[in-house]
């Protein structure tokens, strides 16, 4: 019952039970700053965070659901896009180009492939400036190919597969790879047919050029749990200028 | 009704800047949501005004939910108990009405999020049956209603120190057994 039995725990144990105070809530503000700056650095305080929310996550059950004020959406829209709150947006208008090309893809795969790589055409209209294009595939049975193309002026990586694997029960979680030793830097998981756009951190722009490479490994369902890849790659390819 | 799967799927779509897919969840989690700002904040203007924040939070750190590895309502109500404990611990110490935070609690679930949120696991509840009655309610009431160090203390009249002791000494046990 003192507290010098505290004090005589190793790191471990002890950075353990931080990340259940942590976790459970009843640390001060500047404690939970600072907790959450370790995070940022310490992969091993950030996995045992994950772990007591894992843990301790059948406790959510105790709270009973309350609808919220019927307006709350309408505030939430206003907030995050202005206030014009339609569903005109440039998101919306993208997401339904990417349904149009995924039907396009379906339909003829190959002759996409081979239209997009030679003609530097993407569908819907022609690409501002220079893309970049890669096609990515496994060697595997039952691995998927995809295709994805990178618009440098706007960030965005767009992916669209061409066959598809059967990954269900996994996410596919897309992986630019800088070579050497260096590991796998996650660009992000994609929705289960694969077909998607992942905007590029700003700081990662730079490296997206003819050469680099993509994969696309399968995870757990929602990605990586640490980080790093930890499932098979499923297709990869090399970035090249059509 | 949403399924866990939907719902992983509609956050990863919204890590993906769909503002459709937001639409998609709203609805599907936000009585859930709305119920963890209730019952840490303990009063209505505050805990709408944390929901918002909350789905603000969601939509800019969607891509995360990928790196977390939880399940995505779990994921989600992490998201918005962190931001409710931090709210709650920036302000000042407010009277609050303890009333209203027990009586948001009698408030019964729809069979259909029961369908949804048994995913949540039933393993720390053996656990904590292993733990003394008082210190299991310190350390739930710690987690659903983000009570202080202090503030379990008072409500448990006992020193500030033993209340750090009891739920330091309740995780190990916790940790020991969910290892086990």
Redesign the interface.
């Known amino acids: ?1 003192t ?1 010098t039995s ?1 004090d005589s725990e190793p790191d471990g ?1 002890r950075d ?2 931080l990340a ?2 942590y ?4 640390l ?2 500047e404690d ?1 700053r600072r907790v959450e700056a370790r995070l940022r650095q310490e992969p091993a305080l950030a996995a045992a965070v ?1 772990r007591w ?17 019927a307006e ?2 309408a ?3 206003s ?3 202005g206030t014009s709150a339609g ?1 005109s ?1 440039s ?2 208008s993208l ?1 339904n180009s990417l349904l149009l090309w995924r039907s396009l893809a379906f339909a003829c795969s190959a002759a996409l492939v081979a239209y997009l790589a030679y003609n530097g055409e993407w569908i819907g209209g022609s690409i501002p400036s220079t893309p970049l294009v890669a096609e990515l595939s496994g060697q595997q049975e039952g691995s998927l190919t995809l295709m994805a193309h990178y618009d440098a002026d706007s960030g965005r990586l767009q992916l669209a597969p061409v066959s598809v694997g059967p990954a269900q029960q996994h ?1 596919l ?1 897309l992986w630019l790879v800088p070579g050497g030793d260096d590991p796998a830097i ?1 660009l ?5 047919t694969g077909e ?4 590029v951190p700003p700081q990662l722009r730079p490296r997206l050029g003819e050469g680099v490479t993509f994969a696309v490994s399968l ?9 790093a890849r930890t499932g098979p790659i499923v297709a990869v390819g090399q970035a090249r200028r059509p | 009704m949403s399924t866990e ?1 939907d719902i ?2 509609m ?3 919204v ?6 897919a ?2 998609q969840l ?1 609805p599907a989690v ?3 949501l ?3 700002c ?3 904040l303990r009063n209505r203007p505050d805990a ?1 005004d944390a ?2 924040e909350v ?2 939070k969601i ?1 800019q750190r969607a ?1 995360r ?11 989600l ?2 998201v918005a ?1 962190n931001h409710a ?2 709210r709650l ?2 302000r000042r110490p407010a009277s609050e009405s303890l009333d209203e935070a027990h009586a ?7 069979p259909e ?1 029961e369908t949804v ?2 995913g ?6 053996r656990c904590m049956q292993e733990l003394e009655p008082d210190r299991a309610g310190a ?2 009431s ?3 209603e ?4 202090q503030e ?1 203390a008072d409500r448990h009249s006992v020193p500030l ?2 209340m ?2 009891w ?2 000494r309740s ?2 046990k ?2 020991e057994c ?1 290892d086990r």
């Open positions: 019952m507290t505290d144990p353990d039970l259940g105070e976790v459970l809530g009843v001060s503000l939970r994950a929310e894992d843990n301790l996550s059948a406790l959510n059950a105790e709270y009973a659901e309350v609808t919220p004020p709350t959406y505030r939430i829209e907030r995050l896009f569903t947006s998101a919306v997401w996410s979680e996650s992000g998981v994609l929705p289960q998607g756009a992942v905007d995870e757990p369902l929602g990605g990586s749990p640490n980080g | 799967a992983a799927s956050i990863q779509r890590a993906l800047r769909d503002r459709a937001l639409a709203y936000s009585a859930k709305f119920s963890v209730l019952r840490i709408e929901l918002q789905f603000i939509w891509d939910f990928a790196a977390a590895g939880t399940s995505p309502v779990g994921w109500v992490a108990r404990i931090d611990r920036s948001i609690a009698d408030i019964g679930r729809s999020a949120l048994k949540e696991g039933r393993r720390v509840d350390v739930r710690a987690y659903v983000g009570l202080s160090y379990l120190n033993t750090r002791t739920l330091r995780l190990m916790l940790r969910l």
